[in-house]
């Protein structure tokens, strides 16, 4: 089990060549061997969401995954959510109507978010609400998640 | 310029949003070993040998530690409400000859990686002599075991008392009791507790992951090391949430620092969920005994309180914090003209409690509003109409109750209550929601409506420093000994020195929580940050403005009053000759340095209320909350929109704590809400929307900017009203009297009344609830 296993992981259009052990979580894989911490660890048992990413399309929890059965799909995450400096939509709307406190939970919000647009653009508020309770936040009490979610949907659709 | 008041973007957040943002387990320095610590198994034991032979083998691992091995570094102390006699209860850094809670360090491993530490860990094996545990502090006072004669479980109690209580329940026209027990919460924020100490030259050390209260920590840490505290430096970087109980010195802090320094290596520990629901900081569960001496009609003459705080296996930093602002605070806004209060501090084996968001107040205004719901039944009165009948009134404000909290006096600065009264009840069309309610249960629904009300406090002292200075390219860089835990500090400040500067906040960069770079920070708690660093940056951008005018003057040849500053340049209007503030620090040469000093003796006390509207489903005893209103007058709002956030995240804390969120134990101590799927908190799903009313009509008289705390009162009376808000959608008054309010407590007290008849409250005993 601690015998490392040659992987290449593509995160965000980038190849990662990595050497992980069969038991590394998709998360830990991303934050040790790829640097790329924006997606983080909020229960490492798959409740708080906080890890969420994009693998083919789908929000999942990346400590739920082993890094292993990520090969030969695609990863996206926090950090290939703007186009270079222009921010996406759902990152600005998150700012503009202060979905976010301490940040910590915005990640995998946005990715969660993301997902959920991406496959249904035209979600309902009942729908989206739904969706977002997937994630958990301990500062902001969802309102301005939604708020921004909402928006950012609208301005997606446009 | 207006910028205070503006419901301003923060500046805070880009790298939030991008995935650049810098949390402790973000962090890796080269050489790193990574710290696992070994917690008790069981809730109460003798302690013998500590076997770590097999641990120390396994590959990657550098040391195992335990007791033995830091025998010379004593137990954290008391950073507040230092009370004679709780000494001896201190939390040693590893256990010492017991084990008092499931969770409690033990032992330590140091290996190569994060994996190689937890495999070791795995194979240490503590010899422990079980014992049984104590779990229900009504038991009475209890024992805390020692190698000695054991010690009292009850190491101290807080009495507040003023005006003459027997006279008021001598000429009383009745006398009312309520029980009232709130369960163990905490604040759990999404990002679990870690530290990264890093050794550097000449013994000197830096910590990250500090939060909250650096300075206090950082001399703290000097001195249980017995070092100078000049060689050590902490630094705060991103933080996931606070509330109250992050930043907190622990014992990991302490190990983390010493085994660096001792090993020579950088040493990181990050905690898991699971160690983070055993381990941080507890709160709440208290259990109330009210009894009042009330007029005919509903006056409180008089009122007396008995209560317990649980407050698990060790007192911790906070001392005897929680039980003193429990006393100070459960009068709340009513007059009572007498009063006393004793609060009884008593050790269980649960894991050590602190302050969580709204510490006391919480809990001693659920138990304060259940029995003005009583007072109102009894009587047969509208419980708003008792309230408003015992309602400090605005012409007594200042009012000082005769008590201190948290070693300050007591003393209400504005307010007028009533007012805030009449209006949520107007905004929020109380009169609408309870017909609605009514129309609803006459069709057959359990919908109900709830109302409570409380008193807050903010802006604790006793001083705090803002330095402000213009670097190269223009941008004034302000740096602060507060804490940023998240809810943004920056912009808040940033705020108040673009207002008094002229700039946009975005030409202002906040410098929090570094002890390097300022030597005096009391940080972030009770709701101080804007009253206490708000004012301090007022000062200081004030004297930076009169220091630029003064050397513009000098520059552009006209005196300063004829000047002006905006844009982050300097104009002589006559002539129109400009100078930017870049070039007016390059000549005074020391970048404008400017210091600004805030010191402040007294707390001051925002108040509000809240109207909650639930639905309770008679099947499975599930309790909706469909509406949520809260009130506020925060005395000034820098931000409204980051103060409306800090009052809908509160509620939803509130809203968890009043339904959800519970540690509980088994009979033999072992916790039961280990992880996330066990300590239930709110979801999207859960939350209804939150309307809040902000009201500026009391601005604090102790500050220039009139400003008071806004980060606690979204919490204080959720459990309150959404009590009473149950009752009525029942038609069971005085049936909740005790938070959470789960399904199956709420089961349970449905067929004890189907099985009694509606039994009054007093009659129950505290075990029941």
Not at chain 1, 98 to 123: K, R, S, W, Y
Not at chain 2, 524 to 533: G, I, K, L, P
Not at chain 2, 545 to 571: K, N, Y
Not at chain 2, 676 to 700: G, K, N, Q, T, W
Request: aromatic share 4%; glycine share 10%.
């Amino acid at each position: 089990m601690t015998e490392k296993r040659r992987i290449v992981l593509t995160v965000n259009g980038t190849e990662h060549a990595i050497a992980v052990e069969p038991r590394c979580t998709l998360a830990d894989a991303l934050r040790e061997e790829c640097r790329l911490t924006g997606t983080h660890l909020g229960c490492e048992h798959g409740v708080c969401g906080a890890c969420t990413v994009l693998v083919d399309g789908a929000a999942v929890r990346a400590c739920l995954m082993f890094a292993v059965q990520a090969e030969g799909r695609t990863v996206r995450t926090v950090e290939g959510l703007a186009e270079g400096d222009r921010m996406h939509p759902l990152q600005r709307a998150f700012q503009e109507h202060h979905g976010l406190q301490c940040g910590f939970c915005t990640p995998g919000f946005l990715m969660l978010a993301a997902g959920v647009l991406e496959e249904t653009p035209d979600i309902d508020d009942a729908g989206l609400r739904e969706a977002l309770s997937s994630n958990l936040c301990r500062c902001t009490g969802y309102q301005n998640i939604v708020k921004a979610v909402r928006a950012a949907a609208s301005e997606m659709r446009r | 310029m207006t910028v205070i008041g503006k419901p301003l973007p923060r500046i805070e957040d880009p790298p939030l949003l991008t995935g650049q943002g810098r949390f402790l387990a973000d962090l890796q320095v080269p050489g790193m070993l990574h710290m696992r610590v070994v917690r008790a198994p069981v809730a109460l034991g003798r302690l013998g040998e500590i076997d770590t032979v097999d641990a120390a083998a396994m590959p990657g691992v550098v040391a195992v530690w335990t007791a033995a091995d830091i025998a010379t570094l004593p137990p954290v102390d008391f950073r507040m409400t230092r009370i004679a006699g709780l000494e001896a209860y201190r939390q040693p850094l590893l256990a010492r000859d017991f084990v008092r809670y499931v969770g409690e360090p033990v032992a330590l491993v140091f290996a190569d990686g994060a994996h190689a530490a937890e495999d070791a860990a795995e194979a240490v094996f503590c010899d422990i002599d079980e014992m049984a545990p104590r779990l229900d502090p009504a038991d009475g006072p209890g024992a805390f075991p020692t190698t000695d004669e054991p010690l009292s479980g009850e190491p101290a109690t807080v009495t507040k008392a003023y005006g003459d209580l027997d006279a008021a329940f001598a000429g009383a026209h009745a006398v009312i009791e309520v029980e009232a027990r709130v369960g163990r919460h905490s604040g759990v924020p999404l990002e679990t507790r870690g530290a990264l100490a890093v050794p550097g030259e000449g013994e000197t050390l830096v910590l990250h992951g500090a939060a909250k209260v650096p300075h206090y920590n950082r001399d703290a840490i000097a001195r249980m090391l017995g070092r100078d505290p000049a060689t050590i430096q902490l630094s705060e970087g991103h933080v996931g949430g606070g509330f109250g109980i992050r930043g907190e010195l622990y014992p990991e802090d302490v190990l983390v620092c010493a085994a660096a320094l001792r090993l020579g290596r950088p040493v990181k520990w990050v905690e898991d969920r699971r160690e983070h629901l055993m381990a941080a900081n507890h709160a709440r569960d208290q259990r109330y005994r009210l009894r009042a001496a009330v007029d005919g009609d509903g006056f409180l003459r008089g009122l007396e309180a008995e209560f317990i705080t649980d407050q698990g296996a060790y007192i911790r930093t906070h001392g005897g914090t929680v039980t003193d602002l429990s006393a100070a605070m459960l009068p709340g806004p009513y007059l009572i003209p007498a009063y006393r209060a004793t609060g009884h501090i008593r050790l269980t084996n649960k894991t050590p409690a602190g302050t969580y968001r709204a510490p006391g107040r919480f809990e001693s205004t659920f138990a304060r509003e259940r029995l003005m719901d009583a007072i109102a039944r009894r009587l047969g009165h509208d419980p708003l109409a008792v309230r408003r009948r015992n309602l400090i009134p605005a012409a007594s404000m200042p009012h000082d109750r005769g008590i201190d909290a948290l070693g300050t006096p007591l003393v209400y600065d504005s307010g007028d209550y009533a007012d805030l009264l009449d209006r949520a009840e107007a905004h929020f069309d109380l009169g609408g929601l309870r017909a609605e309610a009514a129309a609803r249960r006459a069709a057959g629904e359990a919908v109900g409506v709830g109302v409570a009300l409380f008193v807050e406090k903010s802006g604790l002292g006793p001083r705090d420093v803002v330095h402000l200075r213009v670097l190269d390219d223009g941008t004034v860089e302000a740096v602060t000994g507060v804490a940023s835990i998240g809810q943004g500090v920056e912009t808040v400040l940033a705020q108040i020195a673009a207002e008094e500067l002229d700039l946009p906040i975005t030409g202002i960069r906040v410098v929090h929580g570094q002890t390097a770079r300022i030597g005096y920070g009391m940080g972030a708690f009770a709701s101080r940050v804007t009253v206490m660093a708000g004012t301090a940056m007022q000062i200081a951008a004030r004297t930076l403005r009169d220091r630029a005018l003064a050397v513009a003057a000098e520059m552009l040849q006209s005196p300063p009053e004829a000047l002006c500053l905006g844009g982050g340049t300097v104009i002589r209007p006559d002539s129109g000759a400009t100078v930017s503030l870049a070039q007016i620090a390059a000549h005074a040469g020391d970048g404008l340095f400017s210091e600004g000093v805030f010191d402040a003796d007294h707390m001051n006390y925002p108040y509000g209320v809240h109207i909650a509207r639930v639905r309770v489903d008679r099947a499975t005893c599930g309790v909706t909350v469909e509406r949520y209103a809260v009130a506020y007058d925060v005395g000034r709002a820098v931000n409204p929109m980051l103060v409306e956030g800090q009052i809908v995240g509160a509620a939803a804390q509130g809203i968890g704590g009043a339904l959800m969120e519970e540690f509980v134990y088994s009979p033999d101590g072992q916790p039961l809400a280990a992880s996330l799927a066990d300590y239930l908190m709110p979801s999207a799903a859960e939350m209804p929307a939150v309307e809040v009313l902000i009201r500026e009509d009391a601005p604090s008289p102790q500050n220039p900017l009139g400003v008071k705390g806004a980060g606690e009162g979204g919490l204080t009376a959720a459990g309150a009203a959404i009590a009473a808000a149950i009752d009525d959608a029942l038609a069971r008054p005085g049936l909740v009297r005790a938070l959470p309010v789960s399904p199956d407590r709420l089961h349970r007290w449905l067929q004890a009344d189907r099985s009694r008849g509606d039994v009054p409250m007093r009659r129950c005993a505290p075990k029941t609830i």
